[in-house]
């Protein structure tokens, strides 16, 4: 606080005869500070300089002091300047001092000395803890002891609240001020453990304002939610449901049901503070599950569906397979074990397979259709074979009828005899 600063950089001038003017500036200092009062002569014929307080009362009569007064000391006295110090400057040492120059006749030059009152420490009231969430809050913050009247502004976790009430009051002693400004606001759950600051600005805390805080205390009603372990449970898995629940004061222990009763199976579905394990699901499981948390404010509570699916059939593929084959291929016992290996090969080369996908086996279609051109090319070569056999008899008996005939005619009639007279010498044996 012992700082002085000039407030006017212009300089008074009273202009004389012979050159000769005393020259002063302007002061501000705050209360409790050290003022400088400095008068200074550019030309001056050994006149004497003296200063004097706004109670006309002389102070420094060039080097000797006037006023019997510990706080004004001298810091220089020449020809050409006097400077005195006046120190734990208070309110009442505000206005106007004068400097005088004794010359034919007596040349002056003012110096206003202004005196800044500090604003005191800021104080916060109006808040209860605790305070209910929905509730109006209004929070007053008030200062005194400034000059000029202090500003105050209101934050919330660091960011400025605009609409506020402000009131300036002047204080007995008709100098300073006494400055007040409320916040109102509706309080919810979001505003548990915020801090709100009060700032108070003035230009004699040399850009050091001074805060008071206040952290809000808001209780609350629980806020439930309900987290399961798996998205898809299914049978057989075990499944951990945990009740995430949040208020204040902190709730108790959460209460579980299934549909409305108690637990069915407690030894399958074990509550662990806020979790409800259940060690192995089954269609019995189905139902919906909910979690109740409580505090001195109230209750709330969540509810999960639980809906325990099937587990896949990683077989359904290999089992249709053989009915395709058998339906497809009849005729050998080789086919059914190439066919019975082509199931085996899709089977090993996608064990992790669901129940329902029917996707196509190329190696199943491929190893069919080599079956069943196989066969049809053995067919064929068959029927080529019995074809040529049969030829080769009518050629054979139409060759012996025409050994000795003498024409084509006569060779047909033999050889049809021949049939006839082999058909007659048939033998029997007994």
Not at 63 to 82: F, Q, Y
Not at 198 to 217: F, G, I, K, Y
Not at 354 to 364: C, E, I, K, N, S
Request: net charge negative; with cysteine.
């Amino acid at each position: 606080m012992l700082y002085c600063h000039v407030a006017a950089a212009s300089k008074n001038r009273v202009k004389g005869s012979q050159g000769q003017f005393p020259l002063t500036q302007n002061v501000t200092v705050v209360e409790g500070g050290t003022a400088n009062l400095t008068c200074r002569v550019d030309q001056n014929d050994n006149t004497s300089l003296q200063w004097s307080n706004p109670a006309q009362q002389t102070l420094y009569f060039d080097d000797k002091k006037a006023l019997r007064d510990n706080r004004i000391e001298l810091v220089r006295a020449t020809w050409h300047e006097l400077s005195i110090s006046v120190s734990d400057v208070s309110l009442s040492d505000e206005g106007q001092y004068t400097c005088s120059l004794f010359t034919m006749p007596v040349k002056t030059s003012k110096a206003f000395l202004t005196v800044l009152g500090v604003p005191e420490k800021p104080q916060i009231s109006g808040f209860s803890s605790p305070v209910m969430e929905g509730d109006l809050m209004q929070l007053t913050c008030k200062t005194s002891g400034s000059k000029p009247a202090a500003d105050i502004r209101w934050f919330k976790n660091d960011k400025e609240i605009k609409d506020v009430k402000y009131l300036k009051e002047e204080d007995a002693n008709r100098k300073t001020f006494t400055v007040s400004s409320t916040l109102d606001f509706r309080v919810d759950r979001n505003d548990d453990g915020v801090k709100v600051i009060c700032r108070v600005d003035h230009e004699s805390l040399n850009s050091t304002p001074q805060v008071a805080m206040q952290v809000l205390e808001i209780h609350y009603t629980p806020s439930v939610k309900i987290i399961p372990s798996t998205p898809f449970p299914q049978e057989g898995q075990p499944l951990v449901l945990t009740c995430e629940s949040k208020g204040k004061p902190l709730p108790e222990p959460v209460l579980w049901t299934k549909d409305g009763g108690e637990l069915p199976d407690p030894d399958r579905m074990v509550v662990s503070g806020r979790e409800l394990n259940i060690i192995f699901l089954n269609k019995t499981d189905n139902g919906t599950y909910r979690c109740e948390a409580t505090n001195t404010i109230g209750q709330s509570s969540a509810e999960y569906v639980l809906i325990v699916h099937d587990v896949p059939n990683t077989l359904l593929s290999t089992t249709i397979i053989p009915s395709l084959t058998t339906a497809t291929v009849t005729t050998s016992v080789s086919i059914s074990a190439t066919t019975t290996t082509s199931a085996t090969t899709s089977s090993r080369r996608d064990p992790n397979a669901l129940a329902g996908q029917t996707g196509p086996d190329h190696a199943l279609i491929g190893g069919i259709v080599a079956v069943v051109v196989f066969v049809t090319l053995c067919s064929i070569f068959l029927l080529g074979r019995y074809l040529a056999r049969h030829k080769g008899t009518y050629l054979t008996n139409e060759a012996k009828g025409a050994e000795d005939a003498p024409d084509a005619d006569t060779a047909i009639i033999n050889a049809e005899g021949s049939q006839v007279n082999a058909e007659e010498k048939k033998e029997y044996f007994i």
